[in-house]
Structures are given as C-alpha cells and as structure tokens.
C-alpha cells in the first residue's frame, strides 16, 4: 500500500485526481470497500480539501485504487 497526500483538485463520478505539494497529480479511483462514498468526493474537491489517501496500482489501469481516505484539513 502506498500513501499520498494532497489536495482534491478535479472529480468524476468515484475518480478523482490529487495534486501533491510538489505538484504531481495522480489518478485515484476510489474503492468500493472504501468507507467514503463518490457524492462525498465533489464536497472535497469545492473545498480544496486536503487528503491523505492509501492506496494500491489500479491493474490494467494508470492510477491507483484508493483503500481509505483521511480528510487532515478544509484549506478554503
């Protein structure tokens, strides 16, 4: 399992993408034995909410499967 950390900057349906502080975004999907739900994703995203997600490669995809997301703090 791999962690990032970051904020949620763009949000579609159960994917969404995180930018870090060093400016790398990545492609999440969350899971579905994640205990967040998709229609929690864009209140993230309006509030630049900042996350930690743990996640693992997403086969056959570019991205990652996001197991648990932790919300650290709203920065707007």
């Known amino acids: 399992m791999r962690t990032l950390e970051g904020i949620v900057t763009v949000v579609q349906e159960g994917r969404f993408l995180l930018t870090t502080d060093d400016g790398s975004t990545h492609l999440l999907i969350l ?11 864009a209140a993230l995203q309006r509030a630049q909410s900042r996350v930690r997600a743990t996640c693992r490669p997403a086969p056959d995809l570019i991205g990652w499967v996001v197991r648990r997301l932790d919300v650290l703090e709203a920065t707007a």
């Open 31 to 41: 899971s579905h034995a994640a205990a967040a739900e998709p229609h929690q994703l």
